[in-house]
T-cell receptor
Framework: DAEITQSPRHKITETGRQVTLACHQTWNHNNMFWYRQDLGHGLRLIHYSYGVQDTNKGEVSDGYSVSRSNTEDLPLTLESAASSQTSVYFC?????????????FGEGSWLTVV | AQSVTQPDIHITVSEGASLELRCNYSYGATPYLFWYVQSPGQGLQLLLKYFSGDTLVQGIKGFEAEFKRSQSSFNLRKPSVHWSDAAEYFCAVNNNAGNMLTFGGGTRLMVKP
């Protein structure tokens, strides 16, 4: 079955280190998204991509970057991890920009910055 | 800017009782509205969505939601709650350009035996 997978599922890192969270989907979806989930804030959009070589900033993009070199993958990089970036990160994908299309989520990556 | 408000952070209901989770949105045009459920340690699963047509939409697991434009609401309902419905529920709105899915803060549902 087609799916969306995230790795690692859990990670502890030190302040100042670079961290990359991987996201891979096998649906051949054009749109991919990264969200972070924090208590009281729901899910907030970090970055998104409409297709290969396209990336866009979301609501909370500072300190994060993404790249889209192929359809299947959208890795999220924290250039210099900060304690404020301790969160649960969700990758998501959608077939295309039709707003009615369902967005499918991965199972999340729990990141702790110490 | 669009926004979504879920007024209830926590709700506890008895198994077999009816359920209504509230969702209010702010968006200038006709919104695309979604309800997602998140079980502990899991990702989000789509329950139902609305973007046109009948304002009462049916979803999976016996859930339904009603779009009320005059009240800017999209409340989620279930006539009889099961213990397995205990989870966190998120309402979301998508703008017409498709590039911004905005989530509410979530409502955590607990089910008493």
């Amino acid at each position: 079955d087609a799916e969306i997978t995230q790795s690692p599922r859990h990670k502890i890192t030190e302040t100042g280190r670079q961290v990359t969270l991987a996201c891979h989907q096998t649906w051949n979806h054009n749109n991919m998204f990264w969200y972070r989930q924090d208590l009281g804030h729901g899910l907030r959009l970090i970055h998104y991509s409409y297709g290969v070589q396209d990336t866009n900033k979301g609501e909370v993009s500072d300190g994060y970057s993404v790249s889209r070199s192929n359809t299947e993958d959208l890795p999220l990089t924290l250039e210099s991890a900060a304690s404020s970036q301790t969160s649960v990160y969700f990758c998501a994908s959608r077939r295309d920009m039709n707003s009615g299309n369902t967005i499918y989520f991965g199972e999340g990556s729990w990141l702790t910055v110490v | 800017a669009q926004s979504v408000t879920q007024p209830d952070i926590h709700i506890t209901v008895s198994e077999g009782a009816s359920l209504e989770l509230r969702c209010n949105y702010s968006y200038g045009a006709t919104p695309y509205l979604f309800w997602y459920v998140q079980s502990p340690g899991q990702g989000l699963q789509l329950l139902l969505k609305y973007f046109s047509g009948d304002t009462l939409v049916q979803g999976i697991k016996g859930f339904e939601a009603e779009f009320k434009r005059s009240q800017s609401s999209f409340n989620l309902r279930k006539p009889s709650v099961h213990w397995s419905d205990a989870a966190e529920y998120f309402c979301a709105v998508n703008n017409n350009a498709g590039n911004m899915l905005t989530f509410g803060g979530g409502t955590r549902l607990m089910v008493k035996p």
